[in-house]
């Protein structure tokens, strides 16, 4: 089934440590993006890319990398976690940026950093 | 600036009542419009969207969802509610003005369905 894949699904992580979630899609979609949900306070998103090889900044960037190899992957690296970082995280892509069709979902990884 | 605001943080319905989820937003441009669905411990899923055409849209599940431009409203509904519907709804606006294009998000109602 076509879609995309997130990994870990959940995770407890020590403060200080680097972590990298990781997503996968195979939709050949252009865009990806990253968000975090936290309760009351939405979706927020921390980086997309609109194609392989571009990334750019959402709202909230600090303490978040990513990078787009290719059109496939697109994983989120925290360098080194802090417990403001406890969120559920979700990947998502669509055709570009900005597409009528909407987005596609993973089905998220739940960080813990203690 | 852009901005999507959904009434209600918290709608709770009893089953088999009619189903209203509001959804405004701030723009001058026409935007394209979606509502997702967010079950417990899932990613979201595409409920319906519009883009052009017909204002009045149908998703899945029996949700539809009208564009009224002079309100700027995206109002979700459905005649019916059934228990397997108690999730997060999302409504989300693309605000898709030339190159800058940028998907704005309401925070979300949480429906509960109520026997």
């Known amino acids: 089934i076509a879609g995309i894949t997130q990994a870990p699904t959940s995770q407890i992580l020590a403060a200080g440590r680097r972590m990298t979630l990781r997503c996968t899609q195979d939709?050949?979609?252009?865009?990806m993006y990253w968000y975090r949900q936290d309760l009351g306070l939405g979706l927020r998103l921390i980086h997309y890319?609109?194609?392989?090889?571009?990334?750019g900044k959402g709202e909230v960037p600090d303490g978040y990398s990513v990078s787009r190899a290719n059109t496939d992957d697109f994983p989120l690296t925290l360098a080194s976690a802090v417990p403001s970082q406890t969120s559920v995280y979700f990947c998502?892509?669509?055709?570009?940026?900005?597409?009528?069709?909407?987005?596609?979902f993973g089905s998220g990884t739940r960080l813990t950093v203690v | 600036a852009q901005s999507v605001t959904q009434l209600g943080s918290h709608v709770s319905v009893s089953e088999g009542a009619l189903v209203l989820l509001r959804c405004n937003y701030s723009?001058?441009?026409?935007?394209?419009l979606f509502w997702y669905v967010q079950y417990p411990n899932q990613g979201l899923q595409l409920l319906l969207k519009?883009?052009?055409?017909a204002t009045l849209v149908k998703g899945i599940n029996g949700f539809e969802a009208e564009f009224k431009k002079s309100e700027t409203s995206f109002h979700l509904t459905k005649p019916s509610a059934h228990m397997s519907d108690a999730a997060e709804y999302f409504c989300?606006?693309?605000?898709?003005?030339?190159?800058?294009?940028?998907?704005?998000w309401g925070l979300g109602t949480s429906l509960a369905v109520n026997p």
């Open positions: 998502a892509s669509s055709r570009d940026r900005g597409s009528p069709y909407g987005y596609t």
């Open positions: 939709m050949r979609h252009n865009a």
């Open positions: 890319s609109n194609t392989a090889g571009t990334t």
């Open positions: 723009s001058s441009v026409p935007p394209y």
């Open positions: 519009y883009t052009t055409g």
């Open positions: 989300a606006v693309n605000f898709n003005a030339g190159n800058n294009r940028k998907l704005i």
